[in-house]
DNA sequence: ACCTGAACACCGTTCAAGT
DNA sequence: ACCTGAACACCGTTCAAGT
């Protein structure tokens, strides 16, 4: 290798690797460069320091995320679609530690870029809403509330320390919810 | 005065000031010593490091939480408490962001003091559930997953620079849940 | 027992210099 | 245009020294 060449591609995929190995908090500009034998200062030629970094995790995360959760969908509607979502995100989060915690990053200032990927995966949960016969505003309503319930059971569950009944207290969270109103939303008293 | 004297008290009120005026992640051993007037190296006598000050926030937001949202249910139960309390807790979130993001904290060894403070927290809702009629288990349940959908809203409120509609969107998600399959509950398909 | 100051390793960031 | 190395300010942490 004559010369030393940093893509944006190759750059993001090292800070994933890094982010999910030693943890998105222990994501760092050195450690990327180590990662790609390049010195730190390299690395401004791309991204704009350390905030750019993390986004660029974090969109990247945002976006594998959203593939895993759309892929587990294929060929199912309804309640079984929006369980395997769940199922997904979850197994995403647990095997991804670095790029899931990427996705609570406080707001930035670059949100183009960000806010698209969120938008992305909120629309996998509203086409199956839609799909199952939701109008588009509570398809919407809906697919934000069954994806907040996600989303902080996992934030939770990666905090404690204890992953003995999660499964069971996952599916009644998911339960509760009746994966946000889809059946019977009429006949609910609110 | 004559002395430099630090009090654990005086510390954590220090590191909470930090926490929620700069941001979580902007807390610094220098930036507390700085705020009392002190060398950072003199933190060390009382705490254990970095780590150790974000555990001793995380303590205190968790404490200060709890105990908003046990006083907003006083003289109220059933769907009514739990809802004064799902406001309380989110109005706490808002005005000091920076205790409600030491709530999400990685897992830490210290899991003695941080475990017992969120077990307070999540008795609140236990408590709330039981007097409704549920038995422990259930009423368990129930608290964790409310706390979850809860936790999960305001995190992406958080996160997300768009406060626009946020109120209908936490209302549809507390109604969604029924806060907890507190009533009905025997009638949901599960 | 508590606090200090110096020291060290590490980090983010900038910039003149190289190719 | 891209990469480097030195430089700077800042941070967490340790420790001998002071009181």
Known sequence: MPKKRVTLAALTSAAVLVADRDGFEALTLNGVAAELDVAASTLYTHIYGLDGLKSLVAA???????????????????????????????????????????????????LDE?????????EVFVLVYRGAGLEADEARLAARALRSAIHGFLALEHTTATPSEHDAEYRYLLDALQLGLLHDHAGVAR
Do not use: C, K, W
Request: hydrophobic residues 50%; glycine residues 6%.
């Open 114 to 122: 960000l806010a698209a990927t969120n938008e992305a995966l909120l």
């Open 60 to 110: 990247a995360g945002t976006r594998n995320l959203t593939e895993a959760v759309r892929n587990s969908a294929i060929g199912a509607s309804g309640v079984d679609a929006l369980t395997a979502m769940a199922i997904a995100y979850r197994a995403f989060a647990l095997s991804h530690p670095g790029q899931f915690a990427s996705t609570l990053l406080p707001p930035r200032s670059d």
